[in-house]
């Protein structure tokens, strides 16, 4: 168990629609990360956020949007949902602003399908 | 831009057969590399990584890589295949400098065979 906590485990939600996301990182770390995995695109870094402020950017949709709240859980929110969206999303945490010197934990993924 | 290559996207050995994943990296500036395991409806797990304190780095579950600068290569190898070892193998990249994000290979399925 590594401590990083999502919910829900599984979505199914039909096209144009909005759904959250939630992950709840492990006790003590301060950094967030979201990343989706799919089968065409592999495992791609959406964004990061430390103790509530958005650190990193990656290849995040402007349809999707993330935060982080005071008790540091976090949110991925994504609207106007297309087929392509299914996939796993994964969270990830870390102690420190980078996931270098103290490696990400994640947790085990909302399935989101799209249909 | 880093970027990670993983050869081969599914990899079959036998029970008890040494197990050799490849990855080899793109990096401006000396990388960060590690490798997580993926089992079946889980999230990633750290296996190893690498920070520059030593080229040749052990892991959990009897796994190690060894770092090539001059090859890019960071192989991820453990001599004797169990059964509990069939999972998803991903490579990953981070800068040096601080990056805050892994870049993942495509990953390897390993498949163990009776």
């Known amino acids: 168990d590594s401590g990083v906590t999502q919910t829900p485990k599984h979505l199914i939600t039909a096209t144009g629609q909005r759904v959250t996301l939630r992950c709840s990182p492990r006790s003590g770390d301060l950094s967030v990360y979201w990343y989706q995995q799919s089968l065409d695109q592999g495992l791609q870094f959406l964004i990061q956020y430390y103790n509530g402020e958005e650190r990193a950017k990656g290849n995040i949709l402007e349809r999707f949007s993330a935060q982080q709240f005071p008790d540091l859980h976090s949110e991925l929110n994504l609207s106007s949902l297309e087929l392509g969206d299914s996939a796993l999303y994964f969270c990830?945490?870390?102690?420190?602003?980078?996931?270098?010197?103290?490696?990400?934990?994640f947790g085990n993924g909302t399935r989101l399908t799209v249909t | 831009a880093q970027s990670v290559t993983q050869l081969g996207s599914h990899v079959s050995v036998s029970e008890g057969a040494l197990v050799l994943l490849r990855c080899n990296y793109s990096?401006?500036?000396?990388?960060?590399l590690f490798w997580y395991v993926q089992y079946p409806n889980q999230g990633l797990q750290l296996l190893l990584k690498y920070t520059s304190a030593a080229t040749l780095v052990k892991g959990i579950n009897g796994f190690e890589a060894e770092f090539k600068k001059s090859e890019t290569s960071f192989h991820l190898t453990k001599p004797s295949a169990h059964m509990s070892d069939a999972a998803e193998y991903f490579c990953a990249v981070s800068d040096s400098q601080g990056a805050q994000k892994l870049v993942f290979g495509q990953g390897t399925r390993l498949t163990i065979n009776p």
């Open positions: 990830a945490s870390s102690v420190g602003p980078t996931g270098v010197g103290s490696p990400l934990h």
């Open positions: 990096s401006s500036v000396p990388p960060y």
